[in-house]
Nanobody
Framework: QVQLVESGGGLVQAEGSLRLSCAASGRTFSSYIMAWFRQAPGKEREFVAA????????YYADSVKGRFTISRDNAKNTVYLQMNSLKPEDTAVYFCAADAAYGIVKREASGYMYWGQGTQVTVSS
């Protein structure tokens, strides 16, 4: 089992940047595929990015590709989401998630067992 705590959200102007962090408890962080999802008011939770256990492979939603970067530091039990060139449509609550299963990296929220509480990101125009 792993517990996840996000931080780093806030209010930023369009074209600005934010870096989200997700700190995980436990000694087996490196055994989890990690992902970021987001949920805007009235919308379903959507995939943003994912990273494999070693950090060697990353995956992105088309809407954030080229602007967001996911990374992880297994020594610090932390996964990051660097968000650049933010747009008002990026406004949402951002969640980190962990998947212990082996296999393909999932883009569906239902594929992740562990979730953080979320952090609000608001981008003003």
């Amino acid at each position: 089992q792993v517990q996840l705590v996000e931080s780093g959200g806030g209010l930023v102007q369009a074209e600005g940047s934010l870096r989200l962090s997700c700190a995980a408890s436990g000694r087996t962080f490196s055994s989890y595929i990690m992902a970021w999802f987001r949920q805007a008011p009235g919308k379903e939770r959507e995939f943003v990015a994912a990273i494999t256990r070693s950090g060697g492979n990353t995956y992105y939603a088309d809407s954030v590709k080229g602007r967001f970067t996911i990374s992880r530091d297994n020594a610090k039990n932390t996964v990051y989401l660097q968000m650049n060139s933010l747009k008002p449509e990026d406004t949402a609550v951002y969640f980190c998630a962990a998947d212990a299963a082996y296999g393909i990296v999932k883009r569906e929220a239902s594929g992740y067992m562990y979730w953080g509480q979320g952090t609000q990101v608001t981008v003003s125009s």
